[in-house]
């Protein structure tokens, strides 16, 4: 029987649930491992089959009204031989009685190595499929790994490797190892069960015995069904209405983006507060189109000529702002309709994000204005965009510069934020920002999409705290990440973080587990924080690709190298040590008195007679073992070598020489500086411009060029597994 | 037979492991859970001791020449009656043939749930406890946990809920919870053991079975002898040398602290280099004692009278500093014994740290004129000795100011840049500074008895990358830390870290979970880097004592509101949901537009309408599932009110006002600033500098402040639970 017909012939009895012997033929028409069986209803036949198996056996009983089969004496194992088979079918039929249909025959499996695997369906991502330590321990340690469907070959592997107990999969107290081969058929069985069948809810494989030989057996399997869901899949109509869409989407973000013309309902008709207000913050940044001011009672807003509505305009914008109190959106979005106005933003709150029932049913009422008037919406609840290449800024003190980078935000503030740490700590400019707030009509995957084809775009840094289709932001974020690295900090990763999301934009916040399986099988960069999202970025954007997790530190200060292998030990980077004859060498120029040759190499002497720093990098560069360098600067030191002209001196060393040093092995730089001295601190604010005029990425403490580095060193290896990739 | 009996007679027949039958009469001796067993020699009285432990049995052929038991046949399981009895007595003897001295018999333990328990003997940390889960899965999983014994019910209760698998240990299944009294005995009885008996190298339980009633059961054991150690301890004799030890060298650092005279052997006729020198550092500095430069060569340094060699003074001196290159220092510390001076601070380096041999060697020569001299020795290689109060520095660029904190540091850089960020940052200023190397005479330890009875002394911080006598710095530290916080970084927790170690200072680092096990058992700080360090100290200080782990914040901006959601939870600190009648008193002066009413509470209202602050602290302080609160200051937002006028005013609000409404929970700052404006940055520093004043903690970003404020609980949870707190 093929599965669309099991799954259909027990819907049609009303049940939720394949059978034992229903869930293996389903499983082995994909397939996986399950333990082999006979249906028996004489003795002969048992014994015949029997013997054909193979000792030993177990034999249980079936019959469609049996459950307990255990309790009732159903099960029969460890059957070694015919004599055994008899007695233990003539037991089972006397216990069954008239219950009784057929016995099922099987070979008993034995394997001190017990795993689960299974699929299940996430309200966010849907299908998703799960690997991990089974037996009794299996609830207790929750040692299991996720990933959402469909997944690659290269993705089950990855999902056997991180479990704790993947030593079990190994050379295992003289048990074979593991057939790894069997493993990835079973997981991928499971990812291609659930495109195949959307009404397949869960499958559960347990326990799933790895036996003394490696081979993989599924010995019990449960499948439950969803009535709700269609049997099959309908994935070729959906791709191809997602196809138009896109096409729409990314027409209209590029409008929004490259406005000619602008309109803003609710502009208020003196400055009453600190913050300017949406149309004074887009008229003083320089906007150069067309702004328009939309008031009801006057025509004149600080000498521009004012309108009453939409209608009233000259033309149709490019970008209507809708500002007013929430309650007034409904209107300000039927004049859009009525003008036949397309592309908004609203920065007006109020709605979903704040918990409370009038802004549900508010945000209700405007998601209908919104699909049946066919509007592309940012927002609510925003702060819009931010395209300084076109002078356009919804809100103040942002950069005028554009840059590589782009951000898209949920969190208005954090959008704001962001660029102001990219910018000014790290010398890295945007190219667009958007901040989109409740999502109504257009969501991070359509921002995203637009980015992925904006040419002045070369990295995107994401801020979510839910997403409406899981699935969709994986195949967006994987696709893009290999030639624009995707940086998503996700807020709400824990679960009293997620419950500060519900009420904050009122975006679901999918489980922690999930969403890291989102983030690992995408290969997209996951940060914890703004400044670590700023940080991996420039890293990320002024780096060469690595090859490898050997670093080389070259600074001064014994402590702070011992911190250094630590941090780098937690990250999995490595100190390599170097072998003798690179010590040797070194040794020729730099004295042994106050000079700690190792890795870290604790050597002044190579920062302050700059004539061996170059040398010194080239040597190490050539070394297969050293894959990236940090140069640490303890600055209150460093600034006692002619008050800061060293400092300075050595920033321009770097910028101009190392590249001719460094083999095209990443270099970035780190400083340190604890004294309060102004003048020490200026030197520290000159060192810092040079190098990041420079494009050599600069960091405030090891700890954070270590993580940077690190992240950088896990993007290149995922690059390199991808199939393109070999 | 006396477990010293037991031992003895082991040893003098050149055993070095006690049998399984002996192993268990030891353990018992100690009240250890292990499985009853009796010897029997006849098959009759098998039966009867047999029928009277009750069905069913193990039986086990014994002799002192079997091994490979079960291969051999000679164990017979799940006897379950007088005949079955019977017939595995005769088929054991039989297998055994004349090797064949007796049998044991012992109920059959049965139980899903097998845990291992055990004594080792660290290198640094002597004796250790563990306890860990056992089974198949016991060494794949590694879910073990330590402690340095002995330990208190207290510690061992600690152990059994540090594991993953704690789980297994409640009820399970249907099975019931584990005797936790029996655990936590049997915990204690390997703890009394490692004390009583040095010569127990190793004892291991495994499996230690908890049945299904609860109860637990040593099934097999395994104790393992040292025939170097002696038999029986002489714990009485060391305590007393201990103590005379330690009044000796309270004496001799205090003289060093407190310096009325200081000798420096090796000062360089003219300064040619940035660093000045020892003897010019502590010139430089305004040491007003006296002070004399000791050189071969000259009787005259920049106007200062120098003498040829101590001998040569006019005096002994409190405090000798010895500045030569290290071939030198055999020279002047004979110098030293030769003119009576016996308290030393060696700057030089070039010894074990080098890793070098002649290093090695160089140090091996000083350390027995030391210990031949009795002389009191900081260093070598380290910077020495700070104590503001008496002007005291052996570098330069410190602060003047003194305060209530001290730091023990093995590394010189370390010590001078925390100096420099605790007194910078944090306005935290030090009573003294100990930096002390490689330690060739006094350890940390001695330091740290030395600030337990200094008066200015009120917190302190400590960074070690390895320690002599392991339990010696963890009895210290758990003894001070109730009156004095210990804060504790410690070098080389990581493998990588831990070879940077080796060559730094020549210590020996102790493996990464033995000395979680230190921190753990004694209640001290564990901090990761220097700014975490100055973090917390600064929380501990200021702070009161906390009484809970429930936060509330109070700042602005939607997105930084889940991410310290996310923060608190990882670190265990609770953002409680606020019940529907404090949100209604809230609502009643915080309008709902703009303003999100949750925890973390956005509302810029509350702070740029002070009057509305006090009373928000005041009503949440009154709840009890309020233990403390974070002010969240979004500055970039916040200057916009009166160009930063206000923020000085929320400042001083803060510091006149806040204890009055905070009900004497816990409050710290946290700023975010990332605009460039160079007012605004001046606007910051303004802020900072009122609220370090005033003594409240500010911290930059959320993060370090959710960090910090969990050390704090951390803190005063475990003094708590001291046995003298009830």
């Known amino acids: 029987m093929k599965p669309i017909e099991l799954i259909d012939r027990c819907l049609q009895k009303n049940r939720l649930t394949l059978d034992e012997a229903e869930s293996k033929q389903l499983l082995k028409h994909y397939h996986l491992p399950v333990v082999n069986e006979s249906i028996v209803t004489d003795a002969d036949d048992a014994v015949s089959q029997g013997e054909a198996m193979g000792f030993p056996l177990v034999m249980k009983g079936l019959g469609s009204t049996l459950t307990h089969k255990t309790e009732l004496g159903l099960v029969k194992i460890n059957l070694s031989s015919s004599t055994e088979i008899r007695q233990a079918f003539a037991d089972i039929q006397a216990a069954a009685g008239n219950a009784w249909e057929a016995c099922v025959l099987q070979p008993m499996i034995s394997g001190k190595r017990e795993f689960v695997a299974g699929l299940t369906r996430d309200p966010i991502f849907g299908p998703v499929i799960m690997f991990g330590l089974g037996g009794i321990f299996a609830e207790a340690l929750g040692d299991v790994a996720f990933r959402i469907a469909p997944i690659t070959p290269y993705q089950a592997q990855q999902m056997i490797e991180e479990l704790t107990s993947r030593k079990l999969l190994g050379n295992f107290r003289g048990e074979a190892e593991a057939n790894k081969k069997q493993l990835i058929e079973t997981l991928m069985g499971l990812s291609q069960i659930a495109l195949d069948h959307p009404a397949i809810k869960e499958v559960d494989i347990n326990p799933l015995i790895i036996s003394e030989d490696g081979s993989l057996t599924a010995v019990d399997a449960l499948i439950v069904l969803d009535d709700t869901a269609p049997a099959l899949s309908n994935a070729t109509l959906n791709a191809q209405a997602d196809q138009m869409r896109t096409e729409h989407i990314i027409k209209a973000i590029h409008t929004m983006a490259n406005p000619r013309s602008i309109a803003v309902i609710g502009v208020a008709r003196t400055q009453t507060r600190a913050f300017a207000g949406m149309y004074r913050c887009i008229r003083n940044f320089g906007f150069p189109g067309r702004l328009y001011p939309i008031h009801p009672k006057t025509d004149n807003i600080e000498g521009a000529k004012a309108y009453p509505s939409l209608t009233a305009l000259p033309e149709k914008v490019d970008l209507v702002v809708i500002s007013v109190p929430g309650p007034h959106v409904p209107a300000a979005l039927r004049d859009c309709v009525a003008s036949g106005n397309k592309n908004i933003h609203i920065f007006s709150s109020g709605f979903k994000e704040s918990g409370e029932k009038e802004g549900i049913r508010l945000q209700d009422e405007i998601e209908k204005i919104a699909i049946e008037g066919q509007l592309n919406i940012i927002g609510p609840n925003c702060m819009g965009i931010h395209v300084p290449a076109n002078r356009l800024l919804t809100w103040s003190a942002a950069p005028e510069k554009s840059g590589p980078l782009a951000i898209v935000s949920q969190s208005g503030g954090n959008a704001q934020d962001f660029v102001n740490i990219a910018a000014n700590e790290f010398g890295l400019y945007l190219s667009k920002v958007f901040s989109y707030g409740n999502a109504l009509t257009l969501d991070s995957?359509?921002?995203?999409?637009?980015?992925?084809?904006?040419?002045?775009?070369?990295?995107?840094?994401?801020?979510?705290?839910?997403?409406?289709?899981?699935?969709?932001?994986?195949?967006?974020?994987?696709?893009?990440?290999?030639?624009?690295?995707?940086?998503?900090?996700?807020?709400?990763?824990?679960?009293?973080?997620?419950?500060?999301?519900a009420s904050h934009t009122g975006a679901l916040a999918g489980a922690e587990k999930i969403w890291q399986a989102c983030f690992k099988q995408s290969g997209v960069t996951h940060v914890s924080s703004l400044e670590e999202m700023a940080e991996t970025a420039v890293a990320l954007h002024h780096l060469p690709p690595t090859n490898g997790r050997g670093v080389a530190i070259l600074g001064t200060g014994g402590g702070i190298g011992v911190a250094a292998a630590d941090s780098c030990a937690r990250v999995g980077l490595e100190l390599p040590a170097l072998p003798a004859d690179i010590l040797e060498k070194l040794r020729e120029y730099i004295p042994p008195a106050g000079n700690m040759i190792r890795n870290p190499i604790d050597a002044h002497i190579v920062l302050v007679l700059l004539k061996l720093l170059g040398p010194t990098l080239e040597l190490l560069s050539a070394q297969p073992y050293v894959n990236m360098f940090i140069l640490s600067l303890h600055l209150d030191w460093l600034y006692g070598i002619e008050r800061g002209k060293h400092t300075e001196r050595l920033a321009h060393y770097l910028v101009n020489n190392a590249h001719k040093y460094t083999n095209g092995k990443p270099l970035v730089v780190v400083w340190r500086q604890y004294q309060s001295s102004p003048a020490l601190k200026e030197s520290r604010k000159r060192l810092v411009e040079i190098l990041k005029e420079g494009g050599i990425p600069v960091y405030n403490g090891l700890d954070r060029a270590v993580s940077a580095l690190a992240k950088v060193v896990e993007y290149y290896e995922f690059q390199r597994h991808l199939p393109n990739n070999g």
């Open 445 to 501: 995957t359509d921002f995203l999409t637009y980015l992925a084809q904006d040419d002045l775009t070369k990295i995107i840094a994401v801020y979510i705290e839910g997403v409406k289709n899981g699935r969709k932001f994986l195949d967006t974020i994987s696709r893009i990440n290999p030639q624009k690295p995707v940086i998503v900090l996700k807020g709400g990763m824990t679960e009293s973080g997620a419950r500060t999301v």
